[in-house]
């Protein structure tokens, strides 16, 4: 299968100039990216040919060998230079030309960074002009500075970078105006160079992201418009490698429900079958009774043999053909390790196929294809197919805690990947990754997961190390392996490697070398950890290495080393090992000086080096603020928090715990219009922060509503009026006092749909929805039994709002008076249904729920019940100790619940049953009514005759009594 962007550049090449290019599109292909920088046209851009136009342009010209290759490309665009012929002399040839030359630079960038085998020519030589070229101290000297020109918004790129004017050539030529506005790819291609230069910093740049999604959307609304002219012209598999791409650019960036999105995509236009289910079957050698595993069933929509497809329709035949090519080197595979545990398989025996009745995910059957595979024996899966399942198992692992289920959950998609024998080098070796990040938690496999992130490192390495003719230093020099490296024969080709490297987003050497050493550190093995890290010069997470074990001194000691000089001068070999470095500051400072004040900064807790940071990136660093925010947020001082964090979102306003923060300290601040506003970015960046919708209600509820109406210009006529409105006439609208609670209430119903086990949510949804005017009686129903749902267990009746509930109750009294009909359905019956099986049985000492409990008992026609729930009242308040000698308060408390019963016996009593034995046959609810209201009186006044006769309350019952007697 062709390579999606080169598809579309086939497909757009014109037809005047396609037998021009035919040569040099064959070459890029087939990896042989240096014919195309032998080409005249590239001799001519590189500066080791000068046409008569540019004789006059020089590097020592230039401030960097950036501006020196714009400014070539630009005159060989604008003139008919840099031609060997009169045919290939257009400007057209020569801009879809360059384009084959840039994207031969990112490409060759790629192979001994990402993914391997050596590059067979010296890129020095090949890109750099002679005179920089000559002197191996001149090439490291313009590859520093070419480094250096990489860093944006603070950020540095790795310092050690290999081939980096590789890249820096392909982003001159894709950055081209005139080339980005012929070549339909080279938007493509410009997007996919920014994102491997967002992978060479340190952390994630704002800048570099906001242009990336611009492409992405660009792209989109062009290649894939509403008459689906691309996916016509050029296939399902065109559209499924651009989405693909698109989802592991999300889900590095975090936006992992994007990401899922598009994975569902690709696999509906994949038409590939795939679930996640579970199979009995054993685990362990010494298992006898079999339980359920985690396995994925997967197939692709068709077959591949031995690396071939099989198509089974015509319309797949043509896809079929081109895959074939996939499987060119399906016998050679990255070394897979074996497990070699004395308990565990070394992979799961299945004793069960899966049946049609079988449930996947959200209770859906298992399709017909899926359920007749063997789990032990599944078929070779297509290459997009198994990217889809590894991006997954990525997308989960970025969602999800770092737990034990989650890692159960994620290891079936790198498995079925492996298992079946992917038919790509790239995506096999990616596979072996994801399965041993994850093994890297459990004993049984934590060896197993060690050593084969250490074959992929030894293995990467070995098969990115480019000669060192071209002044850079050789990485087999430095680092050995103790796995033989692998024959010519028995590794894939440079073309294979790159087809889907963009849709893998595999790590670079060093990326993998640095998980490397944190798995050390993981495991206690600090000294590895740090032979790594110094190895590859990457000061700070050696720092970082040495504070987390608590060692603060020598993490200093390593930071400061890289910004300060010796604290007696003199050059850096002659100082000790306890040099404090308290010197003189470097000048100028090293590239990712920031990120290393920033360090100091967290290490001792200086608000200096904070500004520090902030001073030495020009006020672009966005993490030295967002430290400074914490630390003022964190001492009270929420106005310099509010400030810190407001000049990181300048700089980054794509950070969304920044924005959280912010509104967090505007709301300490009482600025609750600018609070609203930062939570509104919040869950616009991160719909499913669920604190994030709770704050934004919270901070609508304090907001004032507006003292005039606004005015709005009526921009066009209504519908039903005969006269047109003058344009900029304006109406008035009324201020609605309610808009901000209702628009608080909106925000607490997301929070409480995303945190459904929040209590507190739930709380502040109850309350606020009882407060607008009228309430939201469905939303007040929904709340408390949640509430009750989620704490009646612990704290019982204490979850239940009395009176939001009676509010509740005298609303749905007032919309039937005539009473209640058990037969109508509607939010009535819900709320009854509520009482009968939710609050009743969590009442034990409520007089007011006994109150309203008897009230809707009353208007459910059931006096009977409302009287029995006028003695629980009553009863719940007599049981209380302390009442008939202790507080006065308390005591005229127990005499309005006997009068009140009293009365519920004087009007409840004489009525006859509608319920229970006696029902319909003229029975009465308490016959005898009388004598109960006279011993509840009598026992009252007994037990508080020494302490309360001749109170006021005192003096209620005897009137009471009284009135029964006559």
């Known amino acids: 299968m062709s390579e999606g962007l080169l598809s579309l550049f086939r497909e757009t090449l014109p037809d005047e100039i396609s037998a ?56 060989i665009l604008s003139d008919r230079t840099g031609s060997s012929g009169p045919e290939d002399d257009s400007p057209l040839y020569k801009q879809y030309s360059c384009f084959l030359i840039g994207y031969a630079a990112l490409l060759a960038f790629l192979q001994p960074n990402v993914t391997g085998p050596p ?49 820096c050539l392909a982003d001159a030529i894709m950055t081209s105006p005139p080339v980005l506005k012929h070549v339909p790819a080279a938007r493509w291609a410009k997007m996919r160079v920014h994102f491997i230069h967002q992978r060479l910093l340190s952390e994630p740049s704002s800048t570099l992201q906001r242009q990336i999604y611009e492409d992405l959307e660009l792209l989109e609304d062009t290649l894939f418009a509403d008459d689906g002219s691309a996916k016509a012209k050029l296939g399902k598999p065109f559209k499924v490698q651009f989405v693909l791409e698109r989802a592991s650019i ?184 994801v399965r041993s990040r994850i093994e890297g938690y459990k004993s049984r496999t934590i060896e197993r997961g060690l050593l084969q992130l250490q074959a992929l490192v030894d293995q990467v390495i070995a098969d990115t190390a480019s000669s060192s003719e071209d002044g850079a230093k050789s990485s087999e020099e430095t680092s050995t392996s103790f796995l033989p490296r692998p024959k010519e024969s028995e590794s894939a080709s440079a073309s294979e490697r790159l087809k889907y490297v963009f849709q893998l987003a595999s790590p670079s050497r060093w990326e993998l070398e640095a998980e490397l050493a944190a798995r050390w550190v993981q495991l206690g093995g600090l000294r590895s950890a ?119 979102l300048n700089v980054n306003q794509l950070n969304h715990p920044s924005w959280f923060a912010l509104g967090c300290a505007l709301l300490e601040l009482g600025q609750y219009s600018r609070a609203v506003e930062s939570f509104q970015r919040c869950v616009q960046l991160d719909e499913t922060d669920a604190e994030a919708w709770s704050n934004l209600a919270a901070a609508l509820l304090k907001l004032e509503p507006e003292d005039e109406a606004p005015v709005a210009p009526v921009l066009e006529a209504a519908a039903d009026e005969e006269e047109d409105v003058p344009i900029g006439a304006t109406e008035e609208r009324k201020v609605d006092p309610q808009k901000n609670r209702r628009d608080a209430l909106r925000a607490l119903k997301r929070a409480a749909s995303i945190k459904y086990d929040s209590y507190r949510i739930w709380e502040n949804l109850l309350i606020i929805a009882a407060s607008i005017s009228p309430p939201d009686y469905t939303s007040i ?65 409520s007089r007011p729920l006994w109150q309203l409990v008897s009230k809707l008992a009353l208007w459910r026609k059931k006096p009977s019940s409302a009287l029995e729930a006028h003695e629980k009242a009553w009863r719940a308040v007599t049981n209380q100790p302390g009442w008939d000698s202790e507080s006065e308060a308390r ?45 509840a009186i009598r026992g009252i006044m007994g037990k508080g005759k020494d302490a309360w006769e001749g109170t006021d309350g005192w003096e209620r019952l005897k009137d009471a009594l009284d009135q029964l007697k006559n």
Not at 895 to 900: Q, S
Not at 909 to 925: N, Q, S
């Open 530 to 648: 740090l032979e790594i890290y110094e190895r590859l010069e990457m000061w700070a997470e050696a720092a970082l290495c040495w504070a987390a074990t608590e060692k603060e001194d020598k993490a200093k000691r390593i930071v400061r080393r890289q910004l300060y000089h010796p604290t007696k001068g003199g050059p850096d070999s002659d100082v000790d090992e306890d040099e404090e470095w308290q010197g003189a500051e470097r000048d100028p400072p090293p590239a990712d000086a920031p990120r290393l004040y920033c360090i100091l900064g967290d290490v001792d807790q200086d608000p200096s080096m904070w500004e520090k940071a902030w001073e030495v990136s020009n006020q672009r660093y966005a993490r030295a603020q967002r430290s400074l925010g914490r630390f003022y947020f964190a001492a009270n001082d929420h106005l310099k928090a509010a400030a810190a964090y407001s000049k990181s």
């Open 250 to 433: 999300e889900t590095f960036h975090g936006f992992d429900k994007r990401a899922r999105a598009d994975l569902d995509e690709a696999s509906k236009e994949q038409g590939f079958q795939f679930a996640l289910t579970g199979l009995l079957g054993k685990r362990t050698k010494w298992q006898e009774k079999e339980t359920s595993q985690l396995v994925v069933l997967a197939k692709s929509a068709e077959d591949v043999t031995n690396g071939k497809s099989t198509a089974t329709t015509s319309e797949t035949a043509s896809t079929a053909q081109i895959d074939s090519s996939d499987g060119q080197n399906a016998g050679t595979r990255p070394e897979n390790l074996d497990l070699n545990d004395d308990t565990l398989l070394e992979a799961i025996s299945f004793s069960e196929k899966p049946k049609s009745s079988t449930d996947v995910q959200d209770s859906n059957v298992l399709p017909p294809a899926l359920a007749e595979l063997d789990p032990s024996n599944q078929p070779l899966l297509q290459p997009l197919d198994s990217v889809i399942l590894l991006a997954l198992a990525s997308s989960i692992t970025n969602t999800s805690p770092a737990n034990g289920l989650t890692r159960e959950e994620t290891i079936p998609y790198a498995t079925r990947v492996l298992e079946g024998g992917s038919s790509n080098w790239q995506i096999y070796t990616q596979a072996l990754l």
């Open 891 to 935: 005591w005229n408390e127990v005499v309005d619940a006997t009068v009140e019963l009293c009365d519920a016996y004087e009007s409840l009593g004489p009525r006859e049953k509608t319920e229970g034995l006696g029902a319909g046959d003229g029975a009465l609810v308490a016959k005898d009514w009388k004598f109960k209201a006279r011993s």
């Open 119 to 167: 590059l067979p020519f010296a890129s020095a030589k090949s890109i750099l002009p002679a005179e920089v070229s000559a002197d191996s101290h001149n090439i490291t000297t313009t590859r520093q500075k070419l480094i250096q020109s990489l860093g944006v918004d603070g950020i540095a790129a790795y310092r050690l970078t290999p081939n980096i004017e590789l890249l």
């Open 20 to 75: 021009l290019v035919t040569e040099h599109l064959a070459e890029l292909e087939n990896g042989n990216f240096h014919s195309l920088f032998q080409s005249p046209l590239a001799q001519a851009l590189l500066g080791h040919q000068s046409p008569e136009a540019l004789k006059d342009v020089h590097l020592k010209n230039f401030e960097s060998w950036n501006d020196y290759i714009f400014h070539r490309l630009g005159l």
């Open 781 to 845: 129903l929904s709340a408390q039994k949640h509430l009750i749902d989620i704490r009646g267990p612990t704290v019982g009746e204490r979850c239940i709002d009395v009176e939001i509930m009676e509010l509740l109750v005298r609303h749905v009294i007032a919309l039937n008076e005539e009473g209640y009909d058990p037969a109508r359905p509607g939010f009535e019956r819900i709320m009854v249904e509520c009482f009968d099986k939710q609050i009743i049985p969590l009442i034990t000492a």
